[in-house]
């Protein structure tokens, strides 16, 4: 099997086409070579994002300088079904998790990334209909025909993991994780990926943007309170703290960071550089709940 390195710090790419910045394909293409300036090589995808049209955006950047492709890692997901004028026979959002969608959907990212594999590739959500051994056998001839190299899951419980996990190795789940997004950490799920070797990214870090959102609320202040202490400490920003409290989780959380900021990426990449103390990863904890969390 080929063995992908993935960045600590991936690119989310969902806000970078019509759901957010949109940019242009040379605005994808400076960005890209910026974030691999910066040591960020793996950037996240879904099929739906842009309501089906990031993925292609993006890989007309790539169409523009091929020679990117072998210096990047890319992941995408499928099993998410949008109602889109992209695709017309969607008459509701439901999900899709069947061998005939999988398929589908990897040979249309393919095509939309110009590239004939993608690094790694996620069932986007838990699909109540999903027949473990269905999925397994999908994966397993993508991964052998060379299309897929990786398999993972996204925003699945510790035991819908552990069930598909009996069918067919899970390398990856990608799940919210951040300062208002605690529950991963007490839920098992993190426990289960250490225990068999899968490997975590978080998605929204910095919760989206929200702890800068509002002044007045309680939660947040607590949050930006401490990481405002420890960033003076650290000689950080305080989101730099945020990341690096993720970070410092046994499992080795990757942060999927969401900013179409490049001064934004360069800060992540310098948080994976702070180690902070038991007491002081404990504090920004019991800032986030509220109460004694020991
Ligand atoms: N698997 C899933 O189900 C799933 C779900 C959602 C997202 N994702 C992935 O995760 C990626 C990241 O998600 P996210 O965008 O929610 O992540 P995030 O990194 O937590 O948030 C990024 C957002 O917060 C803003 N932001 C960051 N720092 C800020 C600050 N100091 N002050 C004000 N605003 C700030 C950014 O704005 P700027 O652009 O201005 O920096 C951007 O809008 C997505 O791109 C996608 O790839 C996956």
């Known amino acids: 099997m080929t063995k992908v390195s993935f960045s600590p710090i991936i690119a989310g790419c969902m806000n970078w086409g019509i759901w957010g910045v949109r940019y242009d394909p040379n ?80 040979e249309q990212s393919l095509k939309n990334f110009h590239t004939d594999h993608l690094d790694m590739f996620l069932i986007h959500r838990p699909d109540p209909l999903l027949d473990p051994e269905e999925v397994a056998e999908a994966i397993s001839m993508l991964k052998q025909s060379g299309k897929v190299l990786h398999f993972g899951v996204s925003n699945f419980t510790a035991s819908q993991t552990a069930l598909l996990h009996q069918y067919h190795t899970i390398e990856t789940t990608q799940v919210e994780i951040s300062l208002l997004h605690t529950e991963a950490i007490h839920n098992g799920l993190l426990n289960l990926c250490i225990s068999k070797g899968i490997s975590v990214q978080a998605w929204s870090p910095l919760a989206g943007g929200k702890l800068h959102s509002d002044p007045d609320d309680e939660r947040y202040r607590r949050i930006l309170a401490v990481a405002g202490i420890l960033s003076e400490k650290y000689q950080s920003h305080a989101d730099q703290i945020l990341l690096a409290w993720l970070m410092q989780h046994p499992s080795g959380i990757s942060p999927v960071v969401g900013t179409t900021r490049l001064e934004r990426i360069h800060s992540a990449v310098e948080a994976c550089n702070i180690h902070m103390t038991r007491e002081e990863w404990f504090m920004l904890l019991r800032a986030s709940s509220g109460r004694e969390v020991a």
């Open 27 to 106: 605005g994808y293409l400076s960005m890209i070579e910026k974030c691999i300036e910066a040591g960020v090589t793996t950037f996240d995808h879904a099929d739906i994002y842009g309501s089906y049209t990031t993925e292609a955006e993006f890989g007309a950047a790539l169409r523009i300088s091929p020679s990117i492709r072998n210096r990047i890692q890319l992941i995408t997901k499928c099993g998410i079904c949008l109602v889109s004028p992209n695709r017309p026979t969607h008459q509701i959002k439901h999900y899709n998790t069947s061998s005939d969608h999988i398929i589908k959907s990897a």
